[in-house]
């Protein structure tokens, strides 16, 4: 096995283990909140897959500006991937957020600035999908998802601030805040852990999709130059 | 720089002048947005207190619906007469072509704001000749070219062309969105300057980054 | 002036279309590019105007690297290829006014109706391109490319859509083109109209310049015979034989 899958295979294994432990934390270390009660654990994997939701897009932006910039193809498949799984842990993000607000709040849907921007990036990563599947050149398509991340990324932030700025002009019609959530060190550790844990996960996947996508590019590739036989033309070698 | 504002103005009269002799582009635009006002009327039995917070809301649904009908139809000449070659050769820089797009959007959507406004005045009875809402129409809209040229460009060269427009725009446009709507019906009822003042300060940054960042990447839509 | 491509190499995805790419055009040459479909013609077409960036090599007019982001540069170039880049909406005369603006060149109607009279189609300038024949779009686009009166002149299959008169007006052109020192250089399937115009052939074949025949009075016979034999045998071996 060539080194660079064994490195990959020894992280796969790590990865493995530091979920499991930062379950095992959330399970068993943590201590019930008071307020919310047991629900409230949920809170852990909402927050560490909100994060990956973003660093994801932080990691498809920074791609795209590196292939405009650089032309290497290498970066194409690893935005894509980025994005991709980003996509998944935003809803999960989303997912678990509104399995934590029902019982809580008795809502499943709270105008939180955060969980609103989250919700809007999410339709950005499905937008930079279909923008995808939209173009046929590979070399155009790596180019406008390129684009598209940048100026989405770019879209965050400013997304976030209105929210936000929506919030605070009418708080009494949102749901609650995590203020009220009481927070122990324990908490902290475990939050933190989990925190890490999704991270390194979210660096294998990230690995692994890339290396998967960068193979189906090039089988496309081949795929297209088998194809484009001129009528009457020998294939020549 | 001489060079690169002649270019942008020469852009833009063509593009103005294409508009004009199709007139499609402008029917459409112009017809979809009388339906909308009318449909809203059905669809709201609206007290003259609720119109008022209501009308932001309204007209700004009708701009960005015919706008995006117009952003959709700005780059097909190009794209179909493979008119973007000839364009690269010819201009001093590539973000002219953006520029030059992107007024051309920008005062489309002015002027299809600039029928809607009155009609909607006589419609409702609500006169929405408020100088803060214009000036908030007026950079909501160039928020809306700024990135929806940028878009536009693309996906007028993929499969699904129109279809993906509105897909790939919303989510990136969604802080416009709240900010006109917010700071237009702060303006029109009459709400306290510094609630207003943050979202237009909001859609300041909005245009200004956006704007900056699409003349940045501009080139890698049309060219190689 | 030399118009010189030197070691020119562009790849699309695995597949390499242009490799180190060798060919010099003197001021005054009409160079014919003849290939198969596929060969490169196109791709080195719109290298040279600029729209396409090589790998590797460099184009060079008058002993000078050409810079194509500067606007002068690619000034001195005109581009006519399958697509007409014409406004659909706009008249002819409309169209050539813009093109002339956007060069900063005369646009007064004079100017316009000459470059109209030069293509022959004077009697339609004033209607909306829309309603133009293929033929009529050729013309008008050749007057486009004209305008601004390039040095280089680059053209992908310049006789489709053009009738018997067309062809005959446009080798007119191309032969005040040579007198005026200006580079031609032309793509075509076309052979009996390029030959009085051609001072050489170039075929493209893998990527490279397998074959360059000057024109010293060819029969079309002999021409049609000799580009019917380079194509049907394989690319490698013409390869082969050119290096």
Redesign the interface.
């Given at each position: 096995m060539s080194s660079e899958n064994k490195k990959l295979k020894i992280l796969s294994y790590v990865v493995f283990f530091m979920v499991l432990g930062a379950f095992a934390m959330v399970l068993f270390y943590a201590p019930i909140e008071q307020n919310m009660g047991i629900v409230q654990k949920v809170f852990f994997f909402h927050v560490s897959a909100a994060w990956i939701g973003m660093l994801a897009f932080l990691v498809a932006a920074v791609c795209g500006i590196l292939y405009l910039t650089k032309k290497r193809m290498i970066f194409d498949p690893i935005a894509f991937s980025a994005v991709e799984i980003g996509l998944l842990f935003t809803a999960i993000a989303n997912f678990s957020g509104m399995i934590w607000a029902k019982p809580i709040w008795n809502t499943w849907w709270t105008w939180d600035p955060r969980l609103t921007t989250m919700t809007i990036m999410a339709f950005t990563y499905i937008g930079y999908l279909l923008l995808r599947r939209g173009v046929d050149n590979p070399e155009k398509r790596a180019r406008f998802g390129a684009v598209y991340a940048i100026i989405g990324f770019a879209s965050v932030p400013l997304t976030f601030f209105s929210s936000r700025l929506l919030r605070t002009i009418h708080p009494t019609i949102f749901g609650g805040d995590t203020g009220d959530m009481a927070m122990t060190s324990a908490m902290y550790q475990t939050m933190a852990a989990g925190i890490v844990a999704f991270t390194v996960l979210f660096a294998a996947l990230l690995w692994h999709r890339s290396i998967l996508a960068a193979r189906e590019m090039e089988i496309d590739a081949l795929r297209a130059q088998t194809e484009t036989l001129e009528f009457g033309e020998v294939q020549d070698d | 720089m001489k060079d690169w504002l002649h270019s942008v103005r020469t852009l833009v009269w063509k593009d103005l002048l294409q508009e004009w002799r199709s007139k499609d582009m402008l029917t459409a635009m112009f017809a979809f947005a009388i339906l909308t006002l009318f449909i809203f009327n059905y669809a709201m039995e609206l007290s003259p207190i609720n119109r008022a917070e209501i009308a932001a809301g309204i007209i700004w649904v009708v701009v960005v619906f015919a706008g995006t009908l117009g952003l959709n139809r700005s780059f097909t000449a190009e794209q179909d007469q493979g008119c973007f070659d000839a364009l690269v050769m010819a201009v001093p820089d590539v973000s002219a072509i953006y520029f030059g797009k992107m007024l051309t959007n920008w005062l489309v959507m002015l002027f299809v704001s600039v029928l809607i406004v009155p009609i909607y005045s006589l419609l409702y009875n609500q006169s929405l000749f408020n100088a803060g809402f214009l000036l908030v129409l007026v950079l909501g809209a160039w928020c809306y070219s700024a990135a929806g040229t940028l878009i536009a460009g693309m996906t007028v060269q993929t499969r699904m062309r129109d279809l993906l427009l509105p897909i790939l725009l919303f989510p990136i446009l969604m802080p416009v969105n709240m900010a006109v709507v917010k700071s237009a019906s702060g303006i029109l009822t009459a709400a306290p300057f510094e609630d207003v003042q943050a979202w237009l300060v909001l859609l300041a940054a909005y245009g200004i980054i956006v704007t900056t960042v699409s003349i940045m990447v501009f080139e890698y839509v049309i060219r190689e | 002036m030399t118009l010189a491509i030197r070691q020119v190499t562009k790849t699309?995805?695995?597949?390499r279309v242009l490799d180190a790419l060798d060919l010099d055009v003197q001021q005054g040459e009409l160079l014919c590019l003849l290939g198969?479909?596929?060969a490169g013609k196109t791709t080195l077409l719109?290298i040279l105007?600029?729209?396409?960036?090589p790998e590797a090599g460099s184009i060079w007019l008058d002993d000078r690297v050409v810079n194509y982001s500067e606007?002068n540069a690619?000034?001195a170039?005109g581009?006519v290829?399958?697509?007409?880049?014409?406004?659909?909406?706009?008249t002819g005369i409309?169209n050539l006014r813009?093109?002339a603006?956007?060069?900063?060149k005369p646009e007064d109607d004079a100017a316009l109706e000459k470059a109209l009279i030069r293509v022959g189609m004077q009697r339609f300038g004033g209607k909306?391109v829309r309603a133009y024949s293929r033929g009529m779009k050729q013309r008008l686009t050749i007057a486009?490319a004209l305008l601004h009166n390039p040095r280089v002149l680059l053209l992908d299959e310049p006789y489709t859509g053009l009738d018997l008169q067309g062809s005959l007006l446009f080798n007119q052109l191309m032969l005040e083109q040579k007198q005026q020192g200006h580079i031609v250089i032309m793509t075509t399937h076309d052979l009996s109209h390029a030959l009085p115009i051609s001072s050489r052939f170039a075929f493209l074949a893998?990527g490279r310049v397998v074959e360059d025949l000057t024109n010293g009075d060819l029969s079309l016979a002999y021409l049609e015979d000799w580009l019917a034999g380079r194509l049907a045998k394989?690319?490698?071996e013409q390869q082969k034989e050119g290096a």
């Open positions: - | - | 699309f995805g695995q597949h198969r479909n596929g719109k105007a600029g729209l396409l960036k606007s690619r000034h170039i581009l290829m399958h697509q007409p880049f014409l406004y659909e909406h706009l409309e813009f093109y603006r956007i060069y900063q909306p486009r893998r394989p690319a490698l």
